[in-house]
């Protein structure tokens, strides 16, 4: 029997609701939406049509997947951080929320700088780069990454936001000391792999057997990146300029006494919107 789009998306809901996915009403919205080739102002605009059965089969093909534990954002291949739709794919962790803080606060702090060279460490999607070179029209930016599959998201995703003339891709690895021809950035921004290598075998199937481990593994106590960059990436960093981390929950102050042991002052901590310690930043002494 027929359905109609409308009721297509409230079957789907429904259905997600009663598995236990949390963002049901977000979830179902975006797989309609992908499955039947329809943006959201279609979808609410023919909402009363019938959907074929063309249609409606390759929903819930992309549900039975969905409940299978595959996320939304590789399903359709793109995700929205910061009000920028981005590419993504199973070769880049999927952006979330929590990350927009770190946007935020390096955001602020760049757009007052004016002009300015900005790196994004572990770029992955791009996302937070480029978030921050939306805020900052003044700021260059640089997408360092290691993945040369995710380097590709990362072009793919200069280009969707319309920063070609602003921000570049560059290969670099985090865990080694930079190329000198990087030059100086007054702004290094880094979202590392920060979960402990056995902690990763516990975390939800739908992280653990879908997304990149090479962007979740952050060694046996989940620090590794933390201690690369503060110290190695320091000849990167302009006197004077700021450092600023996405911490996983729990290593706040690991990260700032880290930060504090290679040089850095002026340290502080950001919580996320569900009060958890998210963001430690730090400016990179001068010699007195």
């Keep these: 029997m027929a359905v109609t789009y409308n009721n297509l998306y409230l079957d ?8 236990g996915v949390d963002a049901a009403t977000l979830e179902a919205r975006e797989l309609v939406c992908f499955g039947t080739g329809k943006d959201r102002e279609e979808l609410t605009r023919d909402g009363g049509l019938y959907a074929s059965p063309e249609l409606e089969r390759q929903v819930w093909e992309l549900v039975e997947r969905r409940l299978a534990g595959e996320p939304v954002a590789y399903l359709i291949g793109e995700w929205e951080f910061y009000g920028l739709p981005l590419d993504v794919s199973a070769d880049v962790l999927i952006p979330r929320t929590d990350t927009e803080v770190l946007a935020a606060e390096a955001g602020a702090y760049v757009k007052a700088l004016g002009e300015c060279r900005v790196l994004d460490l572990c770029a992955g999607s791009g996302c937070v780069g480029l978030a921050v070179a939306s805020q900052a029209p003044k700021a260059r930016v640089a997408l360092g990454e290691y993945s040369e599959s995710a380097l590709k998201i990362c072009r793919q995703n200069i ?3 319309g920063l070609s003339g602003r921000v570049v891709p560059i290969r670099t690895d985090a865990r080694q000391k930079p190329d000198r021809t990087l030059g100086e950035f007054q702004c290094i921004v880094c979202n590392p792999p920060y979960i402990p290598t056995g902690d990763i075998p516990g975390l939800d199937v739908s992280v653990r057997d879908y997304e ?4 979740l593994d952050g060694g046996a106590d989940g620090l590794d990146f933390y201690r690369s960059v503060s110290s190695l990436w320091q000849d990167a960093l302009a006197p004077g300029g700021r450092l600023y981390f996405e911490v996983g929950i729990g290593q706040a102050d690991s990260v700032l006494r880290l930060m504090r042991t290679q040089g850095f002052g002026d340290i502080q901590v950001v919580k996320d919107t569900g009060d958890i310690p998210r963001v430690v930043f730090g400016t990179l002494l001068t010699e007195v």
């Design 212 to 215: 990149p481990h090479l962007a």
């Design 12 to 19: 789907v809901r429904k259905q997600l609701r009663e598995r």
């Design 159 to 161: 280009r969707r936001c």
